[in-house]
């Protein structure tokens, strides 16, 4: 707590390993559990699903463990709560998303992450609202991730960090979660910078590359993921056709009434995924 913002991560010479060591201590000691087994990255539409996994045993503002940043919007102060599991798994669930749009550096991006890893956790579970490619998706759909490009121009990766990104999103997780829904899609995620979304002409391009879905959160969560060494499961809710896909101008607000719309039906899809985990 050195600098202006109070965010040790915010200082440079602080080792980013260090202040996850520390959250996870403040997580072990507000939860009252030594090592969580899941972490589960909450984003648009999937708030629900904390409720439906098991009991919640410990919740609070993340702005209590070290290095998560201030709510980027007034009035949204990211929750993080410990839920145990019917088979007696300790779940942290995250419901504080730093993004990369919010400039505030790499580092506090992918913290959450860290810490989750330092709290022992061997599976990264990661979801988001975003934007579909593919014309079948309607507004609503959640679908698998089955690989990325990171179009940030960025990594949390700092120095010659040469990680291997072959089944990043595990083919294994994937398959376990089609044996809970079969009819489950999978796509290819884009990582644009945001905040804006994209143009006509950049959603061509991200088809035209190989990409299916496009959104502004997780390629950079997942690379700090797999450098800790976790096995990954992404999930995106398609909460509108990307730009140029759909005639319609994006709206925020469209996106957050497919966000409600959904949220029962893949809460309840992403809980009996993680109660097979
Ligand atoms: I929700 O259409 C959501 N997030 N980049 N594009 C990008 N991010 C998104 C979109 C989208 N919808």
Redo the contacts with the bound molecule.
Sequence with gaps: MSDTTGNPLDDPTADPFEVAAAAAADIARLTGVDRHDIALTL???WGKAAELIGETTAAFPATEVTGFSRPALEGHVGTLRSVRTPKGRHVLVIGARTHYYEGHGVRRVVHSVRTAAAAGTRTMVLT?????IKPTWKPGTPVLISDHINLTGDSPLEGATFIDLTDLYSMRLRDLARTIDPALDEGVY???R?P???TPAE?RMAKTIGGHI????TALEAIAARQAGMEILGFS???????GIQTTP?S?QE?ID??REAEPVISSLLARVIGAL
């Design positions: 984003g648009s539409g988001n609202g975003a934007g579909g884009c990582q644009f945001g804006q979304y994209e959603v496009v959104g502004m959160s809710l398609i909460t509108n056709m990307a730009a994006l925020h996106v497919a966000g």
